[in-house]
């Protein structure tokens, strides 16, 4: 049984406990109207979506020890971007650098960037290439060096330079271009196609551009269906020679890169192909392929106009894309993508003649690996492509 001492005790502390709660329960109303009382005008509505916040950059340790070298590896099969510099790659100090004077003849131990001032985030003013000499000037203490740069004082990280001129590889020269047939005859324009890949990748590097010191594996195998596990060399073989028939047919001279699977033709030496019949159009034939079975669509891809090699060549390759994604996707009805630009692909930055890599659907997406990979839409294909040809020659 309670007494009433404890009972009077618990009343005052259920009282006190309610006291509390109203207190928090009034202080939470507060809050909400705040914030349903703020301008509109300050604040966005909710609906409005949210600007991305990126973090902050932090900078790397000043102790860090630099691991990766500012040097170009060489590319694979993927895009190749101009070298970037390690986070790490120089100790910085709060304090300016003091520079002893040095004076000597140094030389780049790889790609390596020279810079407006002696930090990494400094304006880029050009690259030295590998065994590059360069005039040292002075040496800072901490870690890059003054150097004399095309009659400017420059900076470079004292990492990438050295004494002693690396050895450099030979130059590259493209080997002689094979025989070739020309199906065909009279005066009809000269078309090089190029069923891209083989049975085989070959690994071998070779220089992404003429002159280059990027290099690519000179031919690789190509993707596979996802459903009809059929090769994307056996595919776009199949569509360049109906597409060489077609052609023949309708007046043109073709030459064909490869007629079989059992080939070993790099990239530069197809594009060389094409360069020595100066051909009036040279079509690098490809299917698509990416980690997402929802993606589709066609797409050429040509080089930039700020390409190196053949920049000059673009606004003929913008027309000569246009023209045959266009009349392809009537043709098959697959879905445009757009004619894309990239000076990441061998084949195309050796073409000296109008050049497009045609990426002629997606064999990642089970509906158009059904499509290309049969032959019925195969002939649909290479008309499209015919059509496409014809307007850009305005047949
Ligand atoms: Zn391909």
């Not at 009282?15 to 349903?36: D, H, P, Y």
């Not at 324009?189 to 690994?203: E, S, W």
């Not at 994307?232 to 597409?243: A, W």
Request: net charge neutral; glycine share 8%.
């Amino acid at each position: 049984m309670m007494s009433e001492k404890k009972s009077i005790q618990r009343l005052h502390g259920r009282a006190g406990a309610c006291v509390l709660l109203i207190a928090v329960l009034l202080v939470l109303f507060a809050l909400a109207g705040c914030s349903r009382n703020v301008d509109p005008e300050t604040i966005p509505p909710q609906t409005v979506p949210s600007i991305p916040v990126t973090a902050p950059q932090t900078k790397a340790p000043e102790t860090a020890a630099p691991t990766v070298p500012e040097t170009t590896a060489p590319a694979t099969e993927a895009p190749t971007e101009a070298p970037t510099e390690p986070v790490t790659e120089a100790p910085t100090t709060e304090a300016p650098a003091v520079y002893t004077p040095s004076e000597k003849t140094m030389y780049a131990t790889g790609t390596v960037n020279v810079r407006a001032a002696d930090n990494t985030d400094a304006e880029i003013l050009g690259r030295l290439k590998l065994a590059e000499a360069v005039q040292q000037l002075a040496e800072g203490d901490n870690g890059w060096r003054r150097v004399s740069y095309k009659g400017q004082e420059a900076y470079v990280s004292g990492r990438y330079l050295s004494e002693k001129q690396p050895e450099t590889p030979a130059p590259y020269t493209p080997p002689a271009v094979r025989d070739v047939t020309i199906h065909g005859s009279g005066n009809g324009q000269l078309i090089v196609i190029d069923p891209g890949h083989q049975r085989r990748a070959n690994k071998e590097q070779e220089p992404v551009g003429p002159g280059s010191d990027k290099t690519k594996k000179k031919v690789t195998a190509g993707c596979t269906g996802v459903v009809s596990k059929i090769e994307e060399s056996v595919v776009v073989l199949k569509v360049g020679l109906r597409l060489r028939d077609l052609l023949v047919e309708n007046g043109y001279r073709v030459i064909m890169v490869r007629e079989s699977q059992d080939v070993d033709i790099s990239n530069i030496e197809r594009a060389q192909i094409a360069n020595k019949y100066k051909a009036d159009a040279f079509l690098r034939l490809h299917i698509n392929s990416t980690d997402s079975s929802s993606v589709r669509g066609a797409n050429p891809i040509i080089t930039t106009k700020n390409n190196p090699w053949n920049g000059n060549l673009y606004s003929k390759n913008k027309k000569l894309a246009s023209c045959v994604l266009e009349a392809y996707c009537e043709a098959t009805g697959i879905k445009s993508r757009g004619v894309k630009e990239s000076d990441d692909y061998s084949g195309n930055n050796w073409a000296e003649v109008p050049t497009i890599l045609f990426e002629m659907g997606f064999m990642s997406n089970p509906e158009e690996d059904r499509l290309l990979t049969d032959a019925a839409f195969q002939e649909n294909m290479a008309k499209g492509i015919v059509n496409g040809l014809n307007r850009y020659f305005g047949q």
